[in-house]
């Protein structure tokens, strides 16, 4: 460990070589050291018993440290694929630190339909290294990689009990829900932990229709707006006859209750009318019963004047014959002729004149 000078001597040292140290700043970094079985550090000749240590042995190394490794250690190199998109890239990641804090893993993930159809989805993976496992990962050789390959069995699974009609009616937020939850995915989960990783947390961020979906959906869509468009016309001329049969019937309701009321007028006129003429004919019967009765007590008048009149003329021994026969265009004639009064002989050779009224 520097600072220092060093002299290559060939009967101790092989090379020397500059090698920086590993620096972990907390406790959630550590790292897995090989030692090859010499401690260079109590190396003071070749052959010194105290020299030897076990070969092969791996340490973990936690932090927070800045560690030095000795010329027969070595930081174990991690060769892990990575994830692009859709695409595993074998051996795309190479560290040495392995971290028990989450660390991001992005993903698409197709997922075929059970009606052959499928949905391409993007899932942010959260996951984290078990602190008491590091022995674990370095029996595995790739646990993105079976990480993946769990992602692409539990998607299957999912699919299998989706159909186009379900993703149809579905919401972004029902797929969040089905994608976001942990035991969608148990051989994902199950494979991380036989890698000595965990998942922490797996979201939904998006999810897009294949192009055969979207043309299934579209048509269906244009045909259901078609449906719908129709029923609409249907139902709108429906309400548009009914409410012309209900103009109609209105207009005939209106009409007869007219016809009706113009009934009730006329009859209400004639039975007017009538009574009008009964009054009418009424007065003109009462008026000419007046004019008869004046008629009749006007000419009473005129004869019971002349009755008077003759019976003063008798009274003065007037001979009545003589005298009616001198008027005869007389009132006096008249009353005769009208049977007011008639002249009955007594005795052959005198007559007395009686007059009877009626």
């Known amino acids: 460990q520097g600072p220092i000078a060093m002299y290559e001597n060939p009967a101790l040292h092989d090379n020397i070589s500059v090698k920086d140290s590993v620096f972990l700043e907390s406790k959630a970094e550590f790292i897995v050291v090989h030692n090859d079985g010499y401690d260079s550090r109590s190396i003071k000749l070749v052959d010194t018993e105290a020299s030897k240590v076990a070969p092969n042995v791996s340490t973990v190394?936690?932090?927070?440290?800045?560690?030095?490794?000795?010329?027969?250690?070595?930081?174990?190199?991690?060769?892990?694929?990575?994830?692009?998109?859709?695409?595993?890239?074998?051996?795309g990641s190479t560290f040495q630190q392995l971290r028990s804090c989450s660390t991001p893993l992005g993903i698409v993930l197709n997922v075929?339909?059970?009606?052959?159809?499928?949905?391409?989805?993007?899932?942010?993976?959260?996951?984290k290294v078990a602190t008491s496992a590091p022995d674990i990962l370095l029996r595995q050789k790739d646990p993105i990689a079976r990480m993946h390959n769990a992602i692409i069995i539990d998607g299957q699974s999912l699919g299998n009990t989706m159909t186009a009609d379900t993703v149809r009616e579905w919401q972004h937020s029902e797929l969040s829900d089905m994608f976001g939850n942990l035991e969608s995915f148990p051989t994902l989960n199950k494979t991380a932990i036989d890698c000595g990783l965990e998942i922490v947390s797996i979201r939904l961020t998006g999810h897009s229709l294949s192009d055969e979906l979207k043309y299934s959906l579209s048509s269906e869509s244009v045909l259901a707006e078609k449906i719908q468009s129709e029923i609409k016309t249907k139902t709108q001329r429906k309400e548009l006859k009914a409410l012309e049969q209900d103009e109609k019937r209105q207009n005939i309701e209106v009409e007869a209750q007219l016809k009706r009321m113009k009934l009730e007028a006329d009859d209400q006129l004639d039975k007017m009318m009538h009574?009008?003429?009964?009054?009418?004919?009424?007065?003109?019967?009462?008026?000419?019963v007046l004019e008869e009765k004046t008629s009749i007590e006007r000419t009473r008048m005129k004869d019971e004047t002349a009755l008077h009149f003759l019976e003063k003329v008798k009274?003065?021994?007037v001979d009545m014959t003589k005298f009616l026969a001198s008027m005869k265009d007389s009132e006096y004639s008249k009353m005769y002729k009208r049977g007011t009064f008639t002249i009955v002989p007594t005795c052959a050779e005198d007559f007395q004149e009686q007059i009877v009224a009626k």
Do not use: C
């Not at 000795?70 to 060769?79: C, D, L, R, T, V």
């Not at 075929?112 to 996951?127: A, D, F, G, P, V």
């Not at 009574?275 to 000419?288: D, I, N, Q, S, T």
């Open 61 to 91: 190394v936690q932090g927070p440290i800045r560690f030095f490794p000795s010329p027969n250690e070595h930081i174990h190199n991690f060769n892990w694929s990575s994830i692009e998109g859709e695409e595993l890239q074998a051996g």
């Open 112 to 127: 075929m339909l059970s009606n052959r159809h499928s949905i391409q989805t993007k899932l942010h993976i959260e996951y």
């Open 275 to 288: 009574e009008v003429k009964l009054a009418a004919l009424k007065r003109r019967a009462e008026l000419e």
């Open 315 to 317: 009274d003065l021994d």
